[in-house]
């Protein structure tokens, strides 16, 4: 084998090795095939899990806001009225 005679050689092989390993585990390009995923599709995840929790957060304390404003038998006419609007 020619291309592994000399030491630089060796290093300039390593080192794009190395590179290729590194692109791969960053993307995930080919060890999804193994069932593994890359460090960018787990940030993408990570970041969508927390606007999906942002909402939530939002959502109840829009709710908060609205439990503040009324009393409880208000609130249940409410209710039973958004019941009847998703009954039908």
Not at 74 to 83: G, I, S, V
């Amino acid at each position: 084998m020619g291309l592994l005679d000399s030491p630089r050689n060796k290093s300039l092989l390593a080192i794009a090795f190395a590179l290729l390993i590194g692109y791969m585990v960053y993307t995930g390009e080919g060890l999804s095939l193994l069932g593994f995923h890359g460090l960018k599709v787990g940030r993408a995840r990570a970041h969508a899990m927390q606007d999906s929790m942002l909402v939530m957060k939002a959502e109840a304390d829009s709710v908060r806001r609205e439990l503040a404003k009324g009393t409880v038998t208000e609130l249940k006419q409410k209710t039973e009225a958004y019941r009847e609007i998703l009954d039908t």
